[in-house]
């Protein structure tokens, strides 16, 4: 069965710092695609970043970076100069094929709150 | 704009009653879901829907129901059988059928609380 892990639960750090946030999966299929989503005070989830198992480069998007390594299943996000827009719950999730074929469930972490202090 | 909407933001339900969360969207996905999200516990399917007039079960199906008889529309109906229904709903949608290739968009929710 597929499985996210999100241990940090609550993450306060001081605007400016950077912070990681830490992502571990579990799955035994070796195509499958991995997500992060920020779920700000408003209440909706809004989509940052996909990877499929295949393409383990790193990806940085502005003060986003992702550090993928299958080696040790892990799938983290980094946020450079944080600042207070990014307190948020961030929530890693995973995808991968349905035994039966068709809809390929997504499992979510349970996510991770960051709060980022002025 | 292009999104996903859920109505009420809020909804209080007494013990015994039937409550339904609406969710329209306007992005002409095929596929449509919906989340429980409980403190600490992340989000949960409860049903999903790759195309009009059929859906599935998801992991907590017991006490909710669906439909989908227009592409734009999935209501979930959480009745008197669901033994704990108070926490954020949250429905999505995405334009891949198989729910893998691309993002989900996301609703801003509905809190439902039993009183």
């Known amino acids: 069965a597929q499985k996210v892990t999100q241990a940090q639960t609550e993450i306060s750090v001081v605007e400016k710092e950077d912070v990681t946030l830490d992502c571990v999966y579990e799955t035994r299929d070796t195509t499958y695609y991995l997500f992060w989503y920020k779920q700000p005070p408003s209440g909706e989830l809004v989509f940052l970043i996909r990877r499929n198992s295949f393409d383990e480069q790193n990806e940085i998007s502005g003060r986003y970076s992702w550090n993928f390594q299958k080696s040790t299943s892990s799938f983290n996000f980094t946020i450079t100069a944080s600042q207070v827009v990014d307190s948020a719950v961030y929530f890693c999730?995973?995808?991968?094929?349905?035994?039966?074929?068709?809809?390929?469930?997504?499992?979510f972490g349970t996510g991770t709150k960051l709060q980022v202090i002025p | 704009d292009g999104g996903i909407t859920q109505s009420p933001k809020y909804l209080f339900r007494k013990e015994g009653q039937n409550v339904t969360l609406s969710c329209e969207q306007n992005l002409n996905h095929d596929a449509m879901y919906w989340y429980r999200q409980d403190p600490g516990q992340g989000l949960r399917l409860i049903y999903y829907s790759q195309i009009v007039n059929d859906f599935q079960k998801g992991d907590i199906a017991e006490g909710y129901s669906v439909s989908r008889e227009k592409k734009e529309s999935f209501p979930l109906t959480v009745t008197s059988a669901q033994k704990n229904p108070t926490a954020f709903y949250l429905c999505?949608?995405?334009?891949?059928?198989?729910?893998?290739?691309?993002?989900?968009?996301f609703g801003q929710g509905t809190r439902l609380t039993v009183v």
């Open positions: 999505a949608s995405s334009i891949d059928p198989s729910g893998q290739q691309t993002e989900a968009f």
């Open positions: 999730a995973l995808s991968e094929a349905d035994l039966s074929g068709g809809y390929q469930k997504v499992t």
